[in-house]
């Protein structure tokens, strides 16, 4: 165990000098938040009341979806991990590390926008701020397991960042966060509840702000739940495929 | 060379194949400990396919491997503690610092950070350097300190001095030397003859997945059917146009110099100088080229390829 938390920690430092992980886990989704934050809950005031909620799932969407498949696929590609492995370093060692990080990463660019929004924007606090932080957890989880699927089934870095933008981007316009998902044609609407964002910001609403729901907010929050389960076992798999096909 | 003859890596009717292909074809293989032992062969030799089934890397179809008395396909935890490897083509994330990634490699090890490791090596100067900053020779000398943070007893380097400049070779024979001194055994795949005549206390010759020839350099080259060649020039030129003078057949003459090829070159030599005194001339230049490693290994590969 002291070797994972020697890796996290030196996992952690490594993170923090590589500026494409300071882009999408940090910059990126902050600028966004200061900047359109600011446009959306002038747009629609009603945005402001669940602000924090809608910024952390952009936030968390773009970290662990742009942010956990890269790094796994280009270590797979360069022969990283191979070397790690020749050095008695285990791959799932790896990617546990990876992923720890990145949720670690999220928590904390999470907890700045929770804390910023009602001082920037005036946004209103959840109700239920333990209920918030449970959503968000399991939020958090879901996506990075999410994040760790498409590194596990990407051939390349660029499949990675193809794959990527094809969650994230629908993530973004079909789950509710830019506008309310009820102004979307029903067929969008129905493909918007594939993606954990979707059923994260029904989860918020329900749980935290304890406003009204278009999911129910316990099936929302067990959807989240499942979508977690299944790609990390699909994540965990594809991983276990791999390494057989590199023995062989 | 301290070697003694217990093998740390036995290898029986090893055979691996990728597909239609059969890289390795029921290679036997024996490395003592102590040894700098040296695998040659042409690409597509099966030389990485044999390193990767004993580093655990790869499953071999059938045969078995001992590495230090473990089976890499058993006891692959076990082995790492046996075991240090710089695999051909390798690498580390671009922003890992270097004393980052030894200590990342000496918790898994659960070995204490080798403070020594670092002076031996003189990486110091190197700690705080990303990895993408270094050079291709500073590179090579990081993935062999972190092949030696687990005091292993069996070092396998795969193209060590691939890609390097003069200096980056230099430095990285001297090191394997001073590795080797300190009784750690040394498996390395080789492209480079010279590398292996330098390094190497025996080496194995593959081809097509099997071992062909095997022994100290010297028995190697000495084994294959090329005679030494011998060139001299006289002042007079007085055994022109040449002939075949005792164990000596001649070849020809060219520039003023004739040439003999002989298998008893000492007996040829004395003979020819001897010819030389009796007509009353003068040697100018005596040349005696024995067979390299190089031409021994064409003629191995050559062969067996027919």
Request: contains cysteine; proline residues 4%; aromatic residues 8%.
């Amino acid at each position: 165990m002291t070797a994972f938390w020697t890796s996290l920690a030196i996992q952690l430092r490594v993170d923090l000098r590589d500026r494409g992980t300071l882009l999408v886990f940090y910059l990126v989704p902050l600028v966004f938040f200061f900047v359109f934050g600011g446009v959306l809950a002038s747009l629609n005031p009603l945005m402001k009341d669940t602000l924090a909620a809608t910024m952390t799932i952009f936030a968390v969407t773009m970290g662990a979806l742009l942010g956990v498949p890269e790094p796994i696929v280009k270590m797979r590609e360069s022969g990283t991990l191979r070397a790690y492995r020749a050095n008695g370093i285990p791959g799932s060692a790896v990617i546990g590390v990876q992923a720890t990080s990145a949720f670690l990463h999220l928590l904390l660019v999470s907890a700045i926008i929770y804390l910023a929004a009602p001082i920037v924007f005036q946004a209103r606090l959840p109700q239920v701020p333990l209920a918030y932080l449970l959503v968000l957890v399991t939020f958090i989880v879901a996506s990075i397991a999410v994040g760790l699927l498409i590194g596990a089934v990407a051939p390349s870095q660029s499949w990675a960042t193809m794959l990527s933008m094809f969650v994230f981007l629908p993530s973004l316009l079909l789950s509710g966060i830019m506008f309310p998902a009820t102004m979307l044609p029903d067929v969008f609407l129905w493909i918007g509840r594939v993606f954990p964002a979707t059923h994260a910001l029904q989860a918020f609403y329900g749980f935290a702000y304890r406003s009204t729901t278009e999911i129910d907010r316990t099936l929302a929050l067990g959807v989240l739940a499942g979508i977690a389960v299944i790609a990390f076992a699909g994540a965990v798999w594809r991983f276990g495929a791999i390494r057989r096909n590199e023995k062989d | 060379m301290n070697a003694s003859p217990e093998p740390i890596v036995a290898i029986r009717a090893l055979t691996k194949r990728y597909g239609a292909v059969t890289a390795v074809d029921g290679l036997d293989l024996e490395v003592r400990r102590g040894e700098v032992f040296g695998l040659l062969g042409p690409n597509g030799a099966g030389k990485t396919t044999t390193l990767e089934c004993l580093e655990g890397l790869r499953t071999a179809d059938s045969g078995t491997v001992l590495v230090a008395g473990l089976d890499p396909r058993r006891d692959e935890r076990e082995l790492r503690r046996h075991l240090g490897v710089q695999l051909q083509s390798t690498s580390l994330p671009d922003s890992i610092r270097v004393g980052e990634a030894i200590r990342l490699v000496s918790a898994w090890h659960r070995v204490p950070y080798k403070v020594g490791l670092v002076e031996r090596f003189t990486i110091g100067a190197l700690m705080r350097r990303e990895y993408r900053q270094l050079s291709g020779g500073q590179k090579r000398l990081v993935h062999l300190v972190l092949a030696l943070v687990g005091d292993p007893e069996l070092l396998v380097l795969d193209e060590p001095t691939a890609g390097l400049d003069v200096q980056g070779r230099a430095r990285l024979h001297d090191e394997i030397r001073s590795i080797s001194e300190q009784g750690v055994t040394v498996l390395l795949a080789t492209h480079d003859m010279a590398e292996a005549e330098q390094l190497c206390d025996r080496i194995a010759i593959i081809v097509r997945g099997r071992v062909v020839v095997c022994g100290t350099p010297q028995e190697v080259t000495a084994a294959g059917h090329s005679e030494t060649r011998i060139l001299l020039r006289t002042a007079n030129g007085s055994l022109l146009p040449g002939s075949d003078v005792g164990a000596a057949h001649f070849v020809g003459a060219e520039n003023g110099y004739l040439e003999w090829t002989s298998r008893e070159v000492a007996e040829a030599v004395t003979e020819i100088l001897a010819r030389v005194q009796r007509a009353g001339d003068v040697v100018d230049d005596l040349r005696v080229a024995r067979p390299s490693l190089e031409q021994r290994f064409l003629e191995v590969v050559t062969e067996a390829q027919q």
